[in-house]
């Protein structure tokens, strides 16, 4: 269990089977020494807010810390999004950044 707080995140609706689910896709920017980096969440089980941000709780038990502020892609993980959706087409979308978490049901 482990605690992430992406330098910009978005959330991924996935629609499989007539299931949905959402996972949290975050992205860091690296610097001279070290590259961009990113992670794609197990699943969102629930969020919790505070005033400057969201903790995305995932199936494995990780959070995700992500501010409010950062919302949206690196330029890694708008490509590792384009991917998905050319390997998914129609599966996979980005919530928009209002998005109200408390009327979310997670499935997982």
């Known amino acids: 269990m482990s605690d992430y707080a992406p ?6 609706k996935i629609v499989n ?11 860091w920017v ?3 020494l070290e590259g961009d980096s990113w992670r794609l969440n197990s699943g969102v089980t629930c969020v919790t807010e505070t005033i400057d941000t ?12 992500c501010s409010k502020h950062s919302y949206g892609t690196t330029i890694m993980t708008a490509s590792i999004f384009n991917r998905l959706s050319e390997r998914f087409p129609g599966q996979i979308s980005i919530m928009p950044e209002d998005t109200d978490w408390d009327k979310v049901t997670f499935n997982y």
């Open 7 to 12: 330098d910009r995140w978005v959330v991924l």
């Open 54 to 65: 969201y903790t995305f709780s995932g199936t494995s038990g990780s959070k995700y810390v």
């Open 30 to 32: 690296g610097g001279y």
């Open 17 to 27: 089977e007539g299931n949905t689910f959402y996972k949290v896709l975050a992205g």
